[in-house]
């Protein structure tokens, strides 16, 4: 069982740093979506940006996840 919930844990971890991750390129979008040279190509990466994080948070909870796995797996 403490295997198993190491596991639910670390995938919960892993997911996280993920949508941490979607979340810096959010804030690169915003800075370079002004630019004159790349600004137009950045403007169409953001709706497949916005797209991936939807689909992503509908998909994934890892807050949700860790602590489901902390309550369902108390190891003694």
């Not at 979607?22 to 403007?43: A, D, F, T, V």
């Not at 916005?50 to 948070?57: H, T």
């Amino acid at each position: 069982m403490a295997e198993i919930q190491s596991l639910k844990i670390r995938f919960g971890g892993i997911t996280f740093r993920i949508s941490e991750n979607i979340n810096k390129y959010n804030e690169l979008i915003k800075k370079y979506k002004e630019s004159k040279h790349i600004g137009p190509r950045i403007i169409e990466l953001e709706s497949k940006l916005i797209s991936l994080q939807n689909s992503f948070d509908k998909a994934f909870k890892p807050l949700e996840y860790i602590n489901s796995a902390n309550k369902m797996y108390k190891v003694y």
